[in-house]
């Protein structure tokens, strides 16, 4: 019996080590599944003299919508930057606002919804007008979804 039972731990152990090791083994659901990060970038260019308004009625109607949905997790990080120098007037823009959302399928889908708006702002009236104002002082508004290069898969010398 004690043989017997030195050949069985043995034959576990072994093919325990041929799963663990086989170059062929199954991906566990983590690997799988886990969602990769998307990057959004959104420039405003706002017409001239207006842009402590076009921030103003930002930072009121549409960032707290942001915030909130990085509290939910759909938003990993945020940044907002500002060119420290002037542009020619065809390559200006005012601010760029950068999202780095959770996973890719938020890329080319809306993520959030009409719901999030009334939940945040119940005078959806004033919400509209003055969503309806500060597009109204932007020349231009570019979306543009970003590809990440992960830097790690360059290489680094000229073979």
Same mark, same amino acid.
């Given at each position: 019996?004690?043989?017997?039972?030195?050949?069985?731990? *043995?034959?576990?152990?072994?093919?325990?080590?041929?799963?663990?090791?086989?170059?062929?083994?199954?991906?566990?659901?983590?690997?799988?599944?886990?969602?990769?990060?998307?990057?959004?970038?959104?420039?405003? @260019?706002?017409?001239?003299?207006?842009?402590?308004?076009?921030?103003?009625?930002?930072?009121?109607?549409?960032?707290?919508?942001?915030?909130?949905?990085?509290?939910?997790?759909?938003?990993?990080?945020?940044?907002?930057?500002?060119?420290?120098?002037?542009?020619?007037?065809?390559?200006?823009?005012?601010?760029?606002?950068?999202?780095?959302?959770?996973?890719?399928?938020?890329?080319?889908?809306?993520?959030?919804?009409?719901?999030?708006?009334?939940?945040?702002?119940?005078?959806?009236?004033?919400?509209?007008?003055?969503? *309806?104002? @500060?597009?109204?002082?932007?020349?231009?508004?570019?979306?543009?979804?970003?590809?990440?290069?992960?830097?790690?898969?360059?290489?680094?010398?000229?073979?």
């Amino acid at each position: 019996m004690r043989v017997f039972n030195n050949w069985l731990l *043995q034959f576990v152990c072994v093919l325990a080590g041929l799963i663990v090791f086989s170059p062929v083994r199954t991906l566990v659901a983590h690997e799988v599944e886990a969602p990769k990060p998307a990057v959004n970038e959104f420039y405003y @260019r706002v017409k001239w003299g207006y842009f402590d308004e076009f921030l103003t009625l930002f930072k009121k109607n549409h960032y707290p919508i942001l915030a909130h949905l990085k509290e939910e997790g759909v938003i990993l990080d945020m940044y907002a930057a500002f060119p420290a120098s002037h542009l020619p007037e065809d390559k200006r823009w005012d601010m760029r606002f950068t999202v780095v959302l959770a996973d890719q399928k938020h890329t080319y889908e809306y993520f959030y919804g009409p719901e999030l708006v009334e939940e945040l702002y119940p005078d959806q009236e004033t919400f509209k007008r003055e969503e *309806q104002r @500060r597009f109204a002082l932007l020349d231009e508004h570019m979306d543009i979804p970003i590809k990440m290069d992960k830097l790690s898969d360059w290489k680094t010398s000229v073979e």
